[in-house]
């Protein structure tokens, strides 16, 4: 059975930080590019970062580029977001996302709010 299951959320005031984790199992993930994809209340999918499946390449949506932190450990199966000097408007629902021709998987999601 694939599974994704994020972790890692909770509150966190503005400035903060955060690291969200993304356990993988039942499938290749070494072989798998992975994104996270976050959606804010009333909102559509928003992609915001991604890596390779090495690790050799990450790239992020430009609101977050600077202040969060894609990583994989491919011996754990596991994809990373750390997230720094977060903002009000990062408060979302994050998925984290598994991808290739092989197939596309989804995690539950993990709920961030960010707030003084």
């Known amino acids: 059975e694939v599974q994704l299951v994020e972790s890692g959320g909770g509150l966190v005031q503005p400035g903060g930080s955060l690291r969200l984790s993304c356990a993988a199992s039942g499938f290749s993930f070494s072989t798998y590019v992975m994104s996270w994809v976050r959606q804010s209340p009333g909102k559509g999918l928003e992609w915001i970062a991604y890596i390779t499946s090495s690790g050799a390449s990450a790239h992020y949506e430009d609101s977050v580029k600077g202040r969060f932190t894609i990583s994989r450990d491919n011996a754990k199966n596991t994809v990373y977001l750390q997230m720094n000097s977060v903002k009000p408007q990062d408060t979302a629902v994050y998925y984290c996302?598994?991808?290739?021709?092989?197939?596309?998987?989804w995690g539950q999601g993990t709920q961030v709010t960010v707030s003084s």
């Open positions: 996302n598994g991808d290739s021709a092989a197939g596309n998987y």
